[in-house]
């Protein structure tokens, strides 16, 4: 139910009444969204989505940021897996 | 689709898994929130990927299973009569109220409709002047402004046949009903993401102090969850109960400002009956009085309709965390996704609605 979706705005304009509203695409399919919460967004921005309202603009450095700590903790980890294939004073490992 | 599919990564997931394992040395049992969690770990087996140590037990967070069976027979009241369109997500189109669902109602030629948003309702009313409009304002915190703005924009406009029938449910006085329960088993939250996303998260700060617990604001997709459960277990081990933010890219501390005020113009904090759990003192929202004439129970004189809950259905354990699905003997037997006996297995971010739809009814009875 609080089920929101990234979605990118591509189109923003008022109705009728005065509403911000927007065209957002989420993976191909286009929703119009009201962007009163959102006064901050802009077409290329990707925003987060609920019941036809964006809740908030994705920040791109943030998702970037998580997603770099997580890639850290698999490469920590091909590392170690990698140091103890290759003992210290060991033969190491031949280039063919 | 972008911020979708990369926190769904499995070689990603695995490794979390991995240093889930590496970091915990006691059993710990924590809780997620919402039920678009429930959902994530159910269908991904993210529950299956956790090391013995780490339970999961599942949330209140689902506002289509917690709506109070006497909510759903008033919204039955109001959808009979022939000079109402009744307006609902269509999550709760297939809550069992005490005589049927809406559904039900719909097949014997009530006009009762599904919207994708509320703001649909205001067209629709534009369209019949002549009817009634009602919508069926479920949900949490997320779900709250779109439903506020629904009722502003009626007034801005000037449409006087639309109303709404208030069902809005708070998470943090949930979080400390839990707490407060002489049974409770929770030492650690996922916190509610979407929720944050308006509301911010300063409010769980004391809940954090006071109980000693840590929360971490929690993602839906599935690292999100391996990440906020690491982040979890980590506290646990030191010790520590802060409130941190795991899902940064759409969550900050202080919310989404112009939904808040909004909100504080259109609701006020009033006591609500959550189903299967009972009332929480302050834990919901009702219409202000300056909105009063968009209050569909006011309107339709449905306040005093007062429901009993069927003793069968153990679905307020397993909304406190106090059970799972499969502890209960009537599931995935006399209750299916097909014939639901109460509102976790309706919705399909209920609990036993996630265990049914993979299969766990069927790990049951093989556990080969």
């Not at chain 1, 139910?1 to 109705?15: H, N, Q, S, V, Y």
């Not at chain 1, 036809?52 to 490469?75: C, H, M, N, P």
């Not at chain 2, 300063?202 to 929690?218: F, T």
């Not at chain 2, 501390?253 to 299967?276: C, H, M, T, Y």
Request: proline share 7%; with cysteine.
């Amino acid at each position: 139910m609080c089920l929101a979706i990234p979605g990118k705005l591509f189109e923003t304009r008022e109705d009728a009444h005065g509403v911000r509203m927007g065209r957002a695409n989420f993976g191909g399919i286009v929703k119009e969204v009201c962007l009163e919460y959102t006064p901050e967004a802009r077409p290329g921005d990707y925003i987060l989505v609920h019941v036809g309202f964006a809740l908030s603009r994705v920040d791109e450095d943030e998702a970037e940021r998580t997603y770099r700590i997580l890639e850290e903790l698999k490469q920590l980890d091909e590392l170690e897996e990698l140091e103890e294939s290759e003992p210290e004073n060991g033969p190491g490992r031949e280039v063919p | 689709m972008k911020y979708l599919d990369e926190y769904r990564n499995e070689a990603l997931a695995l490794k979390l898994a991995e240093e889930i394992r590496r970091v915990v040395t006691r059993p710990w049992v924590l809780m997620e929130v919402c039920g678009g969690q429930t959902h994530s770990i159910v269908k991904y087996g993210l529950d299956h990927l956790l090391p013995p140590e780490v339970e999961l037990v599942h949330g209140p967070g689902c506002p289509v299973c917690v709506t109070s069976l006497e909510l759903i027979d008033r919204a039955h009241a109001i959808a009979s009569r022939p000079d109402v369109i009744f307006c609902s997500f269509g999550d709760m189109l297939r809550v069992p109220g005490s005589a049927g669902d809406l559904l039900l109602l719909k097949s014997r030629g009530a006009d009762v409709r599904v919207v994708y948003s509320p703001i649909d309702c205001l067209k629709i009313a534009r369209a019949n002047p002549d009817k009634k409009v009602v919508f069926f304002a479920i949900g949490f915190e997320t779900t709250a402004p779109a439903n506020a703005m629904s009722v502003w924009l009626a007034r801005k406009q000037g449409i006087r046949n639309f109303s709404l029938l208030v069902s809005h449910v708070l998470v943090p006085p949930a979080i400390a009903s839990i707490l407060e329960s002489p049974h409770n088993r929770v030492q650690g939250f996922l916190g509610p993401g979407h929720v944050c996303t308006v509301m911010g998260y300063h409010e769980y700060e004391p809940l954090a102090e006071r109980y000693r617990v840590p929360i971490v604001i929690s993602g839906f997709e599935p690292l999100d969850i391996l990440q906020a459960t690491l982040m979890l277990v980590r506290q646990l081990e030191a010790g520590v109960w802060r409130v941190e933010n795991q899902y940064p890219r759409v969550v900050q501390q202080i919310g989404n400002r112009p939904a808040q005020e909004l909100l504080g113009q259109v609701f006020e904090i009033s006591d609500r009956k959550w189903r299967g759990v009972g009332e929480i003192p302050r834990s919901g929202y009702r219409l202000r009085d300056e909105f009063c004439e968009y209050d569909a129970e006011q309107i339709f004189g449905v306040a005093e309709i007062a429901t009993q809950e069927p003793a069968e259905c153990i679905s307020g354990l397993i909304l406190r965390g106090a059970k799972k699905p499969c502890d209960c003997p009537a599931f995935g037997k006399r209750c299916t996704a097909e014939h639901p006996l109460g509102a976790t297995m309706v919705s399909s971010e209920g609990a036993c609605a996630a265990y049914y739809a993979y299969g766990r009814h069927l790990e049951m009875r093989d556990p080969s």
